[in-house]
């Protein structure tokens, strides 16, 4: 059973960074994608960005692009999602979302095998 702990959420004025850590355990396949979700209240989940477990495949959510960044640590096997310049519409809860052996796909929630509990991040002055 794969487990996923998403931790480095908080309160951030507007303008201000944040690095999101998605601790992942339990993984017994060769191949795996890793993908940031965000949730704003009220609203369904929104693909962020997506990394597959050796790096070698990233993408990002087309407007996202520029404040956004996705690496892995694979000794430590987590995955870090920093995030630049946030805005307030950036609140949310933030979920990692694994998938295997393909990469998962930021449109979709289906594909996501398993989830973490999410890390809150409020943007806010």
């Known amino acids: 059973q794969v487990q996923l702990v998403e931790s480095g959420g908080g309160l951030v004025e507007p303008g201000g960074s944040l690095r999101l850590s998605c601790a992942v355990s339990?993984?017994?396949?060769?191949?795996?994608?890793i993908a940031w979700f965000r949730q704003a209240p009220g609203k369904a989940r929104k693909g962020v960005a997506s990394t597959s477990n050796l790096g070698s495949i990233r993408n990002i959510e087309e407007t996202m692009r520029g404040r956004v960044t996705i690496s892995t640590d694979s000794a430590k096997d987590t995955v870090y999602l920093q995030m630049n310049n946030l805005q307030p519409e950036d609140t949310g809860i933030y979920y990692c979302?694994?998938?295997?052996?393909?990469?998962?796909?930021?449109?979709?929630?289906?594909?996501?095998?398993?989830w973490g509990n999410g890390t809150q991040v409020t943007v806010s002055s």
């Open positions: 339990g993984n017994s396949e060769q191949y795996y994608s």
């Open positions: 979302g694994y998938c295997a052996p393909a990469m998962c796909i930021l449109k979709y929630t289906y594909d996501v095998h398993y």
